[in-house]
Structure formats: C-alpha cells, structure tokens
C-alpha cells in the first residue's frame, strides 16, 4: 500500500517542482528578523554550494533526514540543517554537489536517488553561501554513516511531523554571543531554523499546492 501512494506522491512531487515555485514568499514565512532588516544580497565572493533533501518509505509513512552538524568553531555550528556542502570544481552541476555531499556526510548511495526537481536558491548572509536545495527520494530506507566531523546526529523526520503546525515557534536564539528573534521547527527536541527552516517552509508549500491523489 505505502509503495503505492510513495510513488504517487513522488510523481506529484517531480510534476509540481517543475512549475513556478513559491521562492521569496514561503521563505519569508521562516526568516529571522535581523535576516529581514539586513536584507543582504550575494556578492562577488559568495559561494555556490547544495544541500540534498531526500524522501524514502519507512513504518508505513514518509520520512527525510536532517542532520545536527557538531560543534565547531564556525557560523553554523550545532545547527539542524540537510546534508550539502560547498562545489567543488570536480562537479558539473549543483545537482552533483548535492549528491557527493550527501554521500560524504551520511553515506547515502547516490546511484539509487531518484532526483526530482529542485527548489529556490537561498542565500545565506552569515557564510556567504548561495545554496541550491535539491529533492530526491530513495525507495527503500537508507543505512545511514555518518561523518562524526561533519555530523553530529542524523535525525528522521517524518513527513506526517513536518507538516504538523504546531510544530512552528518562535523566540530569541543565541548564535555566537548574537542573540536573533527566528521562527522554527521544533523536532523531536531539535529547532529548526534559519535557511533550513526556509528551505522547509518551501518544501511544504510546494507539497500543500500538490493535487490530492483519488483514492
């Protein structure tokens, strides 16, 4: 049965992330304060890099994995985020480098994702790095190994949980002695937010605007 609506729900998914994305206005539903009163834009040093957001069955629902990146000393440390990383000049696409990192981080096989489209780039101020969000799904749940320098905790999330509003919150969160107001997700004890919790909020609005299937 689940393989039935994964597949219907996969090919719902490549369909709607091939017309117009809602970009700009589902990520500002997540944006911190301080990112909307900078409103700072890429610039000649910014950086491309990607970051893999892939569906697969599990226990008779949908689930994705975010990871916590560990401590370290730099602006994303201990954040909740998908596996990506930066380019490398060995990647023909964005698409690629999406892939390689997911690999590197969590030791997802890349030769079984199916890649479905992708989202809207994101900017990110405090790294300066333009990120490509690209969607795939697994048919089967991935035996995850993670780098401990690059992943802290490999978290499975449910797509039941991340559509639950009443995850959604809101309050001061202190980064490198800065504190912001952000909105986030709260996940299985986690928060979510920043470009991660943008990149989810247009990843939702994509998958509400979905056509339901006729049962």
């Known amino acids: 049965m689940l393989d039935s609506s994964f597949h219907s729900f996969a090919s719902s998914l490549r369909e709607r992330l091939a017309e117009p994305l809602p970009g700009a206005d589902a990520h500002l539903k997540m944006a911190s304060r301080s990112r909307l009163r900078m409103a700072m834009q890429p610039n000649e040093r910014?950086?491309?890099?990607?970051v893999l957001i892939v569906f697969y069955p599990y226990q008779n629902s949908i689930y994705v994995p975010l990871i916590l990146r560990p401590q370290y000393d730099g602006v994303h440390?201990?954040?909740?985020?998908?596996?990506?990383?930066?380019?490398?000049?060995?990647?023909?696409?964005?698409?690629?480098?999406?892939?390689?990192?997911?690999?590197?981080e969590v030791g997802i096989r890349v030769s079984d994702v199916k890649v479905l489209g992708k989202l809207t780039e994101i900017y990110i101020p405090p790294s300066n790095f333009f990120v490509q969000p690209?969607?795939?799904?697994?048919?089967?749940?991935?035996?995850f190994y993670p780098d401990p320098r690059e992943v802290e905790h490999v978290v499975e999330v449910s797509l039941d949980?991340?559509?639950?509003?009443?995850?959604?919150?809101?309050?001061a969160i202190e980064?490198?002695?800065?504190?912001?107001?952000?909105?986030?997700?709260?996940?299985?004890?986690?928060?979510?937010?920043?470009?991660?919790?943008?990149?989810?909020?247009?990843?939702?609005?994509?998958?509400?605007?979905?056509?339901?299937?006729?049962?």
């Open 46 to 50: 910014t950086r491309r890099s990607a």
């Open 77 to 104: 440390a201990g954040q909740m985020a998908f596996p990506g990383g930066r380019m490398e000049r060995s990647d023909e696409n964005l698409i690629r480098t999406a892939l390689r990192e997911a690999q590197e």
């Open 134 to 143: 690209v969607v795939g799904i697994l048919p089967y749940r991935p035996d």
């Open 161 to 171: 949980e991340l559509m639950d509003e009443s995850i959604i919150g809101e309050n």
């Open 175 to 215: 980064i490198r002695g800065v504190v912001i107001d952000a909105p986030f997700y709260q996940l299985q004890g986690f928060k979510v937010w920043g470009a991660t919790a943008m990149m989810i909020s247009e990843l939702l609005t994509v998958i509400h605007s979905v056509p339901k299937q006729n049962p």
